[in-house]
């Protein structure tokens, strides 16, 4: 009686997530109590963490109060059009970031607000931004519409209860590992010192600091101290009339200058107008051709060591070999690299720390090689003298 039962009221099954296919959530199919799911997201990436959310569906569609993402939606429609009042984007955007939370690319002014703002929160459907996206972003690569529109999109889904939408087409959630060697890094940037002098000193000093790109091109004359080797970014500044974050968390830092730095810096104009950028020939556009053809000329110079795949990295790599040189020249771990501000937290600072063999791991090379020589026997044992075979047989025989 319980099997046909259970045969009645059905299951619902989990399943990973496919990266083939760019999924990143662990995902819930079958029929349970008539309810049918096909690859509905949990939101969960963690095995343990999804099951709880399939439980709670299961108590929910006992109790009947079960209902899909878009069911949840079209409900919040209705209450919302009973209401009188409907939410647009735009105002959901400056609650969600009144409350403290990061309101990257959902400024007031950015390209996202002024095409999705007056849209009403209930009517982000992923067709329209996935539309929005492409026609915002029509060169950009999938990481680009995911970072620049589907994460803010989504953050204020979340805070409004409402359900995430899926990322765009192409999108790996997989992080780069890529780190420059010395010889790469010395590479290019002799490479760039004889094609762009700003750009060459752009890349030396994201290189001995760790900053972010975008750090760096904020940058203004005021805030550099080369006498005391400093150089402060405040969490804000003022860009084309409107103010813009400068540090990513929207805290002050400190940022020390190397001696490589210092030297750098003072190859550029610094007798201008203290407000003005340190960096003002550089843009993103043009930079990054500049960028991909100093990294291809300067393949040819250590083209047997060079690791460029594709001949092709970012600015950001400068980031990722700055935290996994300064703690392998340190010999310390990512809780540095927090302590210098520049990273968050451990789990963060650990995306850009690529280890190398510790010194215990390689003290394995103390174990004998089977190519060396039979060791010397101790002095207390008699070895046994060599003998043919012939003596063999006769000492038998005999």
């Not at 569609?61 to 949840?72: D, M, N, V």
């Not at 009042?85 to 309101?103: N, P």
């Not at 999705?116 to 009517?123: D, K, M, R, S, Y």
């Not at 400190?254 to 950028?277: E, M, S």
């Amino acid at each position: 009686m319980a099997n046909e039962t259970d045969r009645k009221r059905g299951e619902w099954y989990l399943f990973p997530p496919r990266a083939q296919y760019g999924e990143t959530k662990f995902t819930v199919r079958g029929t349970f109590l008539g309810i049918k799911l096909d690859r509905l997201s949990t939101g969960c990436d963690k095995p343990e963490a999804a099951q709880k959310v399939l439980d709670q569906w299961k108590r929910d569609a006992i109790l009947g109060a079960f209902r899909t993402p878009q069911q949840k939606r079209e409900e919040a429609k209705q209450k919302a059009a009973k209401a009188g009042k409907v939410k647009t984007f735009s105002a959901c955007a400056d609650e969600y970031i009144a409350t403290g939370r990061s309101g990257r690319f959902m400024e007031p002014n950015s390209r996202l607000r002024k095409a999705l703002g007056a849209v009403a929160i209930t009517e982000l459907t992923q067709e329209l931004v996935n539309k929005i996206a492409r026609e915002l972003y029509p060169n950009g690569a999938a990481g680009t519409q995911n970072r620049q529109v589907f994460t803010p999109v989504n953050a204020v889904l979340g805070y409004n209860k409402l359900a995430r939408l899926t990322r765009p087409e192409g999108y790996t959630p997989e992080k780069s590992e890529y780190f420059y060697s010395y010889d790469e890094v010395f590479a290019v940037m002799e490479t760039a010192y004889e094609a762009n002098l700003e750009l060459a000193v752009f890349l030396e000093l994201l290189f001995y600091t760790g900053m972010r790109r975008g750090e760096a091109l904020k940058i203004k004359l005021h805030w550099l101290n080369l006498r005391t080797a400093t150089l402060t970014l405040p969490p804000r500044t003022v860009v084309n009339g409107s103010k813009k974050r400068v540090t990513k968390n929207g805290r002050e830092r400190v940022v020390h200058l190397t001696p490589d730095c210092v030297k750098a810096l003072r190859k550029l104009n610094l007798d201008r107008p203290a407000d003005q950028p340190l960096f003002c020939g550089i843009v993103l556009g043009s930079v990054y051709r500049q960028l991909h053809a100093i990294q291809k000329k300067a393949a040819e110079k250590v083209a047997t060591i060079l690791r460029f795949p594709e001949g092709r990295r970012g600015f950001h790599t400068l980031r990722h070999s700055f935290a996994t040189w300064y703690c392998r020249e340190n010999k310390c771990g990512p809780q540095q690299l927090v302590d210098m501000g520049a990273w968050d937290s451990v789990a963060c600072a650990s995306l850009y720390w690529h280890p190398d063999a510790s010194d215990a791991a390689q003290k394995a090379n103390n174990i004998r090689s089977r190519s060396q020589t039979e060791p010397t026997p101790p002095a207390n044992v008699v070895p046994f003298p060599a003998t043919s075979g012939d003596q063999v047989g006769a000492e038998r025989a005999a």
